[in-house]
């Protein structure tokens, strides 16, 4: 059997970091992207196919060289606040061609599938940690496309004989140890990059979304995961499927909250340095805290996440994005 997987997105964050260990664990990428947030630069473990997701020809024609023996799917839109302004994009993009691209692989016999979810799914939090059980009630049009395709995975899985893992992400974070690649998106919008782009001086400040949210320092509390932890969690649900075990969803989180404030002190502690911050008004969007429980990927896939400490994560995105913007 061949050890092919097809992955769309792959040129972007996480979809880049799957890749590299898809490849350490024997298996090749074979990567479909359109680089319209990803870089070319960061598809280096097997072929690139530069094409949209919903151009069924590209992605039947590469079914058939290929044959891969199961799909990843990462291409998607994913910001909170940008969703809320222009949510047509998102319902398009992450809906209407994630389908097309779902049927494609179920018309040419791909039939298992990971797909990448959000904790935006569960909107405001009514438990202190979210386990899989918590009511679906997105607040922003990203939660509510991927919740969408989560249904419509389940009804493939229904109707075509189809199976799927599905992973609630909290905030992915972190980057590649070896720096081959790292946290970049593009447009960047997320805390952690941003603090470090401030803490080296590509923007003057990092603003503050809000600090008067119901939390301990009023600033928003999020459960950063390290992507080489969620990078391991896909090989472990790819192989949950080609092991012919059954479908299921399941939140990937380290089970710590960290407040905005809390990253950027972190930040400044690790550095040794001062970074200027302002106060800006709440995002549209965004729940006040976010904190995953993620017992259940530890009881299905033996997963729980290894790199658990503010510091861990935020210091490979220093070194990171210090080295990708002396090049870029
Ligand atoms: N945030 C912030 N300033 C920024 C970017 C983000 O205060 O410039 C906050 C944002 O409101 C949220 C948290 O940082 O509470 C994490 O946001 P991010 O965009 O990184 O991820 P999200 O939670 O939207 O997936």
Known sequence: MNKNILVSGGAGFIGSHVCKLLNQKGYTPIVIDNLSTGYKEFVKWGPLIKADIQ????????????????????????????SVQNPSKYYVNNVANSTIFFETLVENNVKNVVFSSTAAVYGNPIQDKIDESHPYLPVNPYGQTKLMMEQILKDFSTAYNSKYVIFRYFNATGSDPELEIGESHYPETH?????????????????????????????????????????????????????????????????????VSEVIDVVKKV????????????????????VASSKLAKDILNWSPKITSLEDMVNPVIQWREKWFRKN
């Open 55 to 82: 151009d069924k020809k590209a992605v039947k024609d590469l079914i058939q060289k290929y044959e891969p023996i199961a799909a990843m799917n990462f291409a998607s839109y994913i910001n909170v606040g940008e």
């Open 271 to 290: 550095s040794g340095k001062e970074i200027p911050v302002t106060s800006g008004s709440r995002r549209d969007g965004d729940p006040g805290t976010l």
């Open 191 to 259: 805390l952690i990059p941003l603090v470090v782009d401030a803490l080296q001086g590509r923007r003057e400040s990092i603003t503050v979304f809000g600090d008067d949210y119901d939390t301990a320092d009023g600033t928003c509390v999020r459960d950063y995961i390290h992507v080489l932890d969620l990078a391991e969690a896909h090989v472990l649900g790819v192989e949950h499927l080609l092991a012919g075990k059954d479908s299921c969803i399941m939140n990937l989180g380290n089970g710590n909250g960290f407040s």
